[in-house]
């Protein structure tokens, strides 16, 4: 049969359709080492320079599990209300891809470490809609192919590939929905929520950086539609490693638009993955869909079962921090926030890096000014979402600090937030590397503001004659001299004291 359209009318769609779907979100853990080996896991190393035997499945190299690792994955499961199973192991995931240099991935099949849990995920007009945790187990990343020759850097019209081994064998914990369920046209916005409060909730335990753009939270979306009034699942796509929150909501959304049309033309949906393009916001098709049986699943001998202690879970879960929801609710108290004003920051995605930057020194009303402002712009620039930013919260607390201290003015502040942005480090590192800090030095202030006292000599009688405002006008010459690097409270004391 023949598809008759390409997609449908997305009303139309949710009039004859029910959405279901199962959210899959992979999130590298941010340890030192990988998985079951000692190399580093540092991003954008230079390619194949942290491997090993080990992480390269080399003959006779022996895996040993990442305790840290472990740690991580059972505080992820609690933090998402998940039994922590007293009992579990790795098993061998058998299949082909070039960057899988073992041609198996280590990971766990019926035995996670983490299972039947729930999250409660608010959208954007205060209702909730509790997402169902079916599974979050552990397992270790595979490496990357690097498609060169094409013109957008997939392997279509690619002359050649490359394979950098440096993130095969980060640990990894994927977290794997239930079906969600009677969500009906909500069912993109829903996707998006949940990355985006799972995305907090990670945060918000220092488990991973939860970088999107970098890869180290990634989203497979899986949807199916079934007639309305129908109970029986329909043939799910999987729309694999989706990395933004906005291209989530888009991936669903536009492959709810493009199954309807297949199954209204009497065509039949093939089980398979898809990958989505940002350019046109649309997918493609991948692959054809394995299934368990596929991957021929066996224990991994190699490695021991994991057993952990009641009390070693006890332990963990004492450590698990204020969940974001509740922290919410707690800064909108302690900030004085209308609920219109704390609808403002949720939309703008920047309660949480607010929070954070407050935590890490500075006050709530500097925090706020700077994200929901400056560097909203720069998210905006992007097209990412403000926690997407190459930029943490503790770097701003820092260049607040700055500012605070006198060593930068707001100027000079942006253009330490730019350099940081642009990979050039620290601030204080953009502060050397750039030159821009504050000039205070009264020597070099003072033959500034002489130089420009000689250039405007109207305006220096018009100070002496008592008109202080005019001042001003010498301020700005100086702050043009310097590049805007002198400090104008003490530059316009100078003045008035050369003037006096």
């Known amino acids: 049969m023949t598809t008759m359209a390409e997609t449908m009318d997305y009303d139309e769609v949710v009039a004859r359709f029910d959405p279901v779907l199962g959210l899959e979100v ?70 082909f891809y070039p960057d899988m240099p073992k041609n198996f991935q280590t990971s766990q099949y019926d035995e996670p470490i983490a299972f039947e849990g729930w999250m409660d995920v608010e959208l954007a007009d205060g209702d909730t809609v509790r997402v169902g945790i079916e599974r979050a187990h552990m397992e270790e ?11 957008d850097g997939r392997i279509h019209g690619a002359s050649h590939s490359l394979l950098d081994y440096n993130r095969a064998g980060v640990p990894l ?60 699942f329909g043939t799910r796509t999987e729309t694999k490693n989706v990395n933004s929150l906005r291209s989530v909501e888009r991936a669903v959304r536009y492959e709810m638009t493009r199954q309807a049309a297949v199954l209204a033309g009497g065509g039949e949906i093939v089980q398979e993955t898809r990958h989505f393009d940002e350019g046109s916001q649309t997918t493609s098709a991948g692959r054809r869909k394995e299934t368990a049986e596929d991957y021929r699943y066996f224990p991994e001998p190699d490695l021991v079962p994991i057993a952990p202690s009641a009390d070693w879970v006890a332990r ?32 703008a995605g920047a309660v949480e890096v ?45 260049v607040i600090a700055l500012v605070n201290a006198g060593e930068l003015t707001n100027k000079l502040a ?24 504050v000039v205070s030095d009264d020597s070099a202030l003072t033959a500034a503001v002489d130089e420009a006292l000689a250039a405007q000599p109207d305006v220096a009688d018009k100070i002496r004659a008592g008109k202080v405002q005019a001042a001003g006008a010498i301020v700005g010459a100086v702050m043009k001299a310097t590049k805007g690097q002198a400090d104008a409270k003490r530059v316009r004391e100078l003045i008035l004291e050369r003037c006096s």
């Not at 990343?141 to 013109?151: I, M």
């Not at 942006?414 to 800090?437: F, H, K, T």
């Open 414 to 437: 942006r253009e330490v937030i730019d350099g940081v942005l642009a990979g050039e480090g620290e601030p204080a590192e953009v502060v050397a590397a750039r030159g821009l800090a």
């Open 316 to 347: 963990l879960r004492e450590t698990l921090p204020e969940k974001p929801a509740e922290l919410r609710k707690r800064i909108q108290q302690e900030w004085q926030l209308s609920d219109a004003e704390l609808r403002d920051l949720l939309n």
């Open 173 to 232: 914990i994927e977290i794997v929905t239930k079906p969600i369920e009677g969500v009906g046209d909500r069912a993109p916005e829903v996707a998006r929520a949940y990355v985006t409060a799972l995305r907090d909730l990670l945060r918000a335990l220092q488990v991973s950086d939860v970088r999107m753009d970098q890869g180290s939270l990634r989203c497979d979306a899986n949807v199916s539609l079934r007639p309305v009034g129908t109970t029986e």
């Open 26 to 95: 992979h999130v590298e853990l941010s340890t030192a080492t990988k998985m079951f080996c000692g190399c580093a896991t540092t991003f954008g190393a230079e390619p194949n320079t942290q491997v090993c035997p080990t992480c390269l499945g080399l003959p006779g190299s022996l895996p040993v599990v990442n305790g840290a690792a472990v740690e991580s994955a059972i505080r992820i499961g609690l933090a998402l209300n998940c039994d922590i199973s007293p009992w579990c192991r790795f098993a061998r995931k058998n299949y």
């Open 354 to 398: 607010i929070a954070a930057t407050v935590q890490a020194g500075a006050t709530p009303d500097e925090a706020r000014s700077w994200w929901v402002s400056y560097l909203a712009q720069q998210a905006n620039t992007r097209g990412v979402e403000l926690a997407e930013l190459p930029i943490g919260p503790a770097q701003v607390a820092k």
């Open 141 to 151: 990343d595979t490496g990357k192919s690097l498609h060169v020759g094409g013109a």
